[in-house]
């Protein structure tokens, strides 16, 4: 398929930054670069995102959820961004 808008995947959320670095971490480690942290307010509260991208494909999208899912991250989906 062509290239879309850039995707992002949520690798996951907590409510610490320390939990949210050590997952950034285990992904860089693990040859995933282009990870990040992005801090969020939700209802009140900050929320720290781990996010993987911008991908720019479709396939691109389902290798690195295919991935992270292959390091234990079950929970790892398509992020708004």
Do not use: C
Not at 1 to 21: H, K, M, R
Not at 67 to 72: D, E, F, M, T, V
């Amino acid at each position: 398929p062509a290239a879309t808008s850039d995707l992002y995947v949520q690798a996951g959320a907590f409510a610490t930054e320390g939990n949210a670095s050590r997952l950034l971490g285990q992904l860089r480690s693990n040859g995933i670069k282009n990870a990040f942290v992005r801090e969020d307010q939700v209802d009140g509260k900050t929320l720290y995102r781990v996010r993987v991208g911008p991908i720019p494909s479709v396939n691109e999208f389902d290798r690195v959820l295919k991935r992270l899912r292959a390091l234990g991250l079950a929970d790892a989906r398509l992020a708004a961004n």
